[in-house]
């Protein structure tokens, strides 16, 4: 098992942000991560970042705690870290500086899959810096890639050149665990999905197997979620 | 032509993805936009085409293989097969869909002249 939640609690000081949640991630799946705002989506990609830690219960990556092995997870957040003055071969710097698994020659071939301009971000729309910061992510070798919301608040083209990104580069021994709010567009990608509602685990269920029943990843999102 | 994501169509509520690709690919042989002797895109290809899982490409070229469609060439890629099955592929296809019609036809006691005008009338609107 490439990642494991064992009974796992987080709670902030006012809400709950997970509560007794057990999962398996097992190594070559991409898993949809799906609910509501507040549902606990970000707070669990967090915590197998090892950005968080749990109030009670257990998480392993790779067999150790995340917070050990964050040199192996690559973590895609919400928040845009881009540097105004920052261009694409900036960011390459940057990337290369931190992390040795960093593929100089992924990235440029990333950055022209993804039509990203070569210039600083500050002039970038956000759709454009959205590409530049999925090619920084997926330019890493790593198994295990958790990508929170990349398709928020940017443009349907953008959103498409997104997702072909990742197919392309998905091989069969990586996890991908992506959570979004565009479940129509983006369900086609997930051999599994999972359904978080008020932190808690609503419905864990493959893909395939939802359609096979006639029914959708979106179809059951309203049925699990409504 | 195969690369056209217009000749490609998903529905994600009808049914397992996988077989709505091999669908397609059958479809698109029976109307002559692919022959034998064709390239397939690679599963990769394709997939990050129509935003699919590689997987469910892979596991629909696997089905069409096993029905004597395609097949893989090592190093050359995946091809229609040279002695696919086109011929009678329109026509089963047809049958396939002349099935649920006449389900309709037969529940509603229906003759097959009543279901034949039917269909005449709604094949010349379209």
């Known amino acids: 098992m490439l990642a494991k939640l064992e009974h796992v609690t987080k709670r902030y000081v006012k809400n709950e942000g997970l509560r007794d949640l057990t999962l398996d991630f097992p190594s070559g799946e991409v898993v949809g991560m799906l609910g509501l705002n507040g549902s606990g989506k970000s707070t669990l990609l967090k915590l197998m970042a090892g950005l968080l830690t749990p109030t009670d219960g257990h998480i392993t990556v790779f067999g150790g705690k995340p917070r050990t092995n964050r040199a192996q997870i690559v973590f895609l957040g919400e928040t845009d870290v881009l540097w105004p003055w920052m261009t694409p071969a900036d960011a390459e710097r940057f990337m290369r500086n931190l992390y040795a698994d960093f593929d100089a020659k992924r990235f440029t071939e990333l950055l022209d899959a993804l039509e990203v301009p070569r210039r600083k971000t500050k002039t970038m729309s956000k759709g454009e810096r959205g590409r530049l910061r999925l090619a920084m992510a997926l330019a890493r070798n790593a198994k295990l890639y958790l990508l929170d919301e990349p398709l928020a608040g940017i443009d349907l083209i953008s959103r498409e050149k997104i997702l072909s990104s990742i197919v392309q580069e998905w091989h069969t021994d990586e996890t991908i665990v992506l959570s979004t709010h565009e479940v129509a567009e983006a369900e086609g990608l997930f051999e599994r999905a999972i359904y978080l509602r008020e932190g808690r685990l609503a419905l864990d269920v493959s893909a395939e197997s939802l359609r096979e029943g006639g029914k959708s990843v979106v179809d059951t999102f309203r049925e699990v979620l409504a | ?126």
Request: glycine residues 8%; hydrophobic residues 40%.
């Open chain 2, 1 to 126: 032509m195969i690369n056209d994501t217009s000749n490609w169509s998903i529905d994600m509520s009808a049914g397992p993805i996988f077989e709505q690709i091999a669908k397609n690919v059958h479809q698109m042989l029976a109307r002559g936009a692919l022959k034998p002797g064709d390239k397939l895109p690679s599963a990769r290809d394709l997939a990050s085409k129509l935003r699919v899982n590689a997987n469910t490409i892979v596991h629909a070229y696997n089905e069409l293989e096993a029905h004597g469609v395609i097949e893989k060439r090592r190093g050359l890629g995946t091809f229609i097969r040279e002695d696919a099955p086109v011929d009678g592929m329109k026509h089963e296809m047809l049958q396939q869909a002349a099935n649920a019609y006449a389900d309709e036809g037969l529940q509603l006691d229906a003759s097959i002249q009543e279901a034949i005008t039917a269909l005449k009338e709604v094949w010349d609107v379209g």
